[in-house]
């Protein structure tokens, strides 16, 4: 199979993995089952029938409202379903459709759910980090075990960062940023530097735009969840990450 042609399947399967990281960002904060009742309209609570549901295209095809009582669906589940399926294909240009493309495309799926959760409930869920250390370590093991040290230090070194953090400002950020941030090392390895980089200057960048809208005196009081600018650092780390790094050690030792 051709990369090409791989790339357009995960593009596909993403998208559908996507209808369900959805479910997984409303239901898990809300301690609900994942799996029942099957999708229905929030507002109705008709269930959502099967040619209704099929990713991007069932959206549009219902103008972004229920068949049944009309109630608008929100446009974040074709945009999340839509974003999770070109990550999906993105993983494939990038890292080919053999075995190397399993652990970013874990990584990828598992950062979908973490943001939108955080950027609603300002909490990362303990068990969507978990997973994520497991199969990271799982999959290093099974495909590149000669990487496993690296990335295991990488891990304890991010999180011990960002622990360092939470004591010298805890109201910066959360527990379960440094748990994230734990859990992008044993993904990224050495690339989580330029990750977390990124993660600050995004997160900076955001900051700003709040105190320029606000004030400082309110701006300060604004809640800004970093989870999501982990999220996007870990974007940049995982496509860039390695190169950025080679370009630093090339240019500077």
């Not at 598992?110 to 980090?129: A, G, K, Q, R, S």
Request: net charge positive; with cysteine.
């Amino acid at each position: 199979m051709s990369v090409g042609v791989a790339a357009v399947l995960a593009a596909i399967l993403g998208a559908i993995v996507g209808s369900f990281l959805n479910v997984v960002a409303y239901r898990l904060p809300r301690k609900e089952s994942l799996l029942h009742p099957p999708s229905r309209c929030p507002e109705c609570g008709t269930p959502v029938k099967p040619y209704d549901n099929v990713p991007v295209l069932g959206w549009l095809w219902l103008r972004g409202r229920c068949r049944s009582c009309g109630a608008k669906i929100s446009p974040q589940y074709p945009i999340v379903e839509a974003l999770t399926g070109l990550l999906c294909a993105a993983c494939v240009l990038k890292f080919g459709a053999d075995r190397d493309v399993w652990l970013p495309l874990v990584f990828v799926l598992l950062l979908v759910p973490i943001t939108l959760i955080d950027l609603e409930h300002f909490i990362i869920p303990n068990v969507l980090t978990a997973i994520g250390a497991v199969a990271a370590i799982a999959l290093l093991v099974a495909f590149d075990s000669g990487s496993l040290q690296e990335n295991v230090i990488a891990g304890l070194a991010a999180g011990g960062f960002f622990l360092v953090a939470v004591l010298v400002y805890p109201s910066g950020m959360g527990v379960g940023d440094i748990k994230l941030a734990g859990m992008m090392g044993l993904f990224l390895g050495r690339a989580v530097v330029p990750a977390i980089f990124a993660a600050l200057i995004f997160g900076t960048i955001v900051g700003g735009f709040v105190m320029a809208r606000y004030g400082m005196k309110e701006g300060r009081k604004k809640a800004i969840p970093f989870g999501p600018w982990l999220a996007a650092g870990s974007l940049v780390g995982l496509f860039a990450g390695d190169a950025i790094v080679d370009w630093y050690l090339d240019s500077f030792t």
